[in-house]
């Protein structure tokens, strides 16, 4: 399955939408992500794909990215945020809250590892504007996790939705047919319905791990326009 990192290149600033998997998962991923992890996921991540040396590729410097825009805190989504040093994170705030939950963070993935790294942090509740002119739009998606975010973008030829694990495969917003572990299900249905209404109004859906879905998206250096 694939794991997608996007960069966002505002006139303002720089932004990231998840940063992967963390470069240890390369080696140790046992290590890293624990056994119970491993023998859920097996790992195909070679050097090279790391979101640092993906940035460098396009010649972007990861010590000047200035935000990192988490989906979630699961491993997949949070890894590479250690990369990424000077960057501003934002987050739901309920899901900065659940990390501090032992009957959730644990059971639910978790690694603070993964997030509590030091960087500034910008907590936000519902909606939230990124760059203040409607561009870029922490959208709410609970359900997968209990804070979980999805990212809407209005570009100059249409309106894109980074739905992130609020939507792992086109068949889970078409058929309503959610993964095997989920945070709260009723809520990730209702966030379902949320996507399908926006989709309706013309936006595309960039769904979270949809391996036919991204065999279509272009990569790296090519940009996304529409």
């Not at 945020?81 to 934002?90: H, K």
């Not at 900065?96 to 590892?113: K, L, V």
């Not at 998606?141 to 992130?164: K, N």
Request: hydrophobic share 35%; aromatic share 8%; glycine share 8%.
């Amino acid at each position: 399955m694939p794991i997608p990192v996007f960069l966002i290149e505002h006139p303002k600033r720089r932004a990231l939408f998840d940063t992967g998997l963390h470069p240890d998962c390369q080696h140790d991923p046992v290590g890293r992500l624990g056994e119970r992890m491993t023998k859920l996921f097996k790992i195909g991540f070679r050097p090279g794909e790391e979101v640092s040396a993906r940035l460098e590729a396009i010649d972007r410097d990861p010590k000047r990215i200035d935000l990192i825009i988490n989906s979630h805190f699961h491993f997949d989504h949070c890894g590479g945020n250690e990369l990424i040093p000077n960057a501003t994170m934002i987050v739901q705030r309920r899901e900065w809250d659940a990390r501090a939950a032992p009957d959730i963070a644990g059971p639910h993935g978790f690694n603070p590892r993964d997030f509590e790294l030091g960087h500034k942090l910008r907590l936000v509740d519902g909606e939230h504007d990124v760059f203040g002119d409607g561009s870029v739009i922490c959208l709410p998606t609970h359900g997968h996790t209990p804070g979980h975010q999805s990212l809407r973008l209005r570009l100059d030829g249409g309106e894109v939705l980074l739905a992130a694990d609020a939507c792992y495969f086109c068949e889970t917003l078409r058929q309503r047919r959610l993964p095997r572990y989920v945070y709260d299900r009723e809520a990730m249905l209702a966030s379902l319905d949320r996507l399908d209404t926006i989709e309706k109004t013309g936006a595309r859906i960039f769904f979270g791990h949809d391996p036919e879905f991204w065999r279509s998206v272009p990569q790296a250096p090519a940009r996304i326009r529409i």
